[in-house]
């Protein structure tokens, strides 16, 4: 009877998971592998003992963090919106654009999400492929071309992308937003903080333009679920219309104002990882049959025999990696940068299998 309920979309629709299994090394989720500064669980122990308000309900408009936010980039507290990681806020955009059949248009392979909140919404996505002989890179012209001819009304970019690594540049970004002034132009930049870019420098030219953050990355803080975007007033204004009432906890507020105020010590992770992506780098590439992707991000894209097998191989051995069913992609596992004991670890049994 069930099956007769459900919207017919559905009936096939396979959602996203996260691999739950005992693990040694944990490298499948693009996480960091460092926890809380010892400076802000000091304070957040103190506020904690000294009463957090928690039978209360939050902050819906999350100021506090907002205007911390709004003092590190510079921007008018107004054109940010908090949200449940950035995964919410897609959601949240697609649903304050895209009426049913409205074209989102988004890179293949990327986040699986971009589809899954398409298809929730009602709306109707087209992917653009981004082809393995040219290693994956942005063909901005084609996103653009589509982009007319199809009407869109959204085009979701993901940069550094998901799971290939690809960069577009500021050039790019800024000739998409120019050509498709009628259509929402999403920045995606889960992982920005290790290519040392952003997209937000644009925002004051381009109303059509959104970008969008999170905090489960680079900030090790993926175990609160905290994002936000950057955007012009009228634009948060009107995504602040969908947005769901009481959406951020308060704990999760004060731990992502605590944190990203603790700018010193989470750069100086984000250069170790970046230090340790190239380490990875360079050790993966001196094994026989395996095809390293340069990456921009916290994460490697390797090509290698067996893909799916080696994935399998390294579980059993209490090491997960990130494998795929994509037609495309099943012959490749992606890599998540840990640190150097992981990363060894990791190094260790995949020479090991591989030989």
């Known amino acids: 009877m069930i099956n007769n309920l459900i919207r017919p979309e559905f009936k096939t629709f396979v ?11 944990k490298l499948d989720a693009n996480e960091s592998p460092f926890d809380l500064p010892m400076s802000v669980r000091k304070k957040l122990a103190d506020i904690i003992m000294n009463g957090p308000g928690l039978n209360l309900y939050p902050d819906t408009e999350s100021i506090e963090l907002r205007k911390t936010l709004s003092q590190y980039w ?36 990327s986040f699986g999400m971009y589809k899954i909140d398409t298809i929730i919404g009602g709306g109707s996505f087209i992917e653009v492929e981004l082809k393995e002989e040219n290693k994956f890179e942005y063909n901005i012209d084609e996103f653009i071309k589509k982009a007319k001819s199809e009407s869109a009304k959204m085009i979701i970019l993901c940069n550094p992308n998901n799971p290939t690594g690809n960069l577009l540049s500021l050039k790019d970004i800024e000739k998409i937003c120019s050509m498709c002034q009628n259509t929402v132009i ?20 381009f109303e059509n333009l959104i970008v969008l953050r999170t905090l489960s990355k680079a ?6 679920r905290c994002g936000y975007s950057l955007s012009g007033n009228k634009m948060a204004e009107e995504i ?31 250069k170790y990882l970046i230090g340790q992506r190239a380490y990875l780098e360079e050790e993966l590439e001196k094994i026989d049959s395996v095809n390293v992707y340069p990456s921009g991000a916290n994460y490697i894209l ?8 080696v994935a399998k191989e390294l579980e059993k051995r209490g090491i997960l990696i990130r494998s795929y069913n994509d037609p495309v992609l099943s012959r490749y596992i992606r890599i998540t940068v840990g640190n150097k004991e992981q990363n060894d670890i990791l190094l260790k049994e995949l020479k090991d299998i591989v030989k």
């Not at 903080?193 to 030219?205: D, H, I, N, R, V």
């Open 240 to 270: 602040n219309k969908v947005k769901p009432p009481y959406n951020i906890s308060s704990l999760s507020q004060l731990v992502a104002k605590l944190v990203f105020e603790a700018r010193e010590e989470i750069d100086s992770q984000i």
């Open 219 to 224: 900030y090790g803080l993926a175990g609160i």
């Open 302 to 309: 390797v090509k290698l025999p067996n893909a799916k097998s």
């Open 15 to 25: 959602p996203y998971t996260a691999n739950q299994v005992p693990y040694r090394v």
């Open 74 to 109: 510079g921007v008018d507290m107004e054109g940010i919106v908090v949200g449940t990681g950035s995964d919410q806020l897609i959601q949240v955009l697609v649903n304050t654009f895209v009426g049913k059949d409205d074209k989102v248009i988004f890179p293949t392979p």
């Open 186 to 205: 999403v920045l995606d930049e889960a992982y920005a903080e290790f290519a040392k870019e952003s997209s937000a420098s644009l925002l004051p030219k």
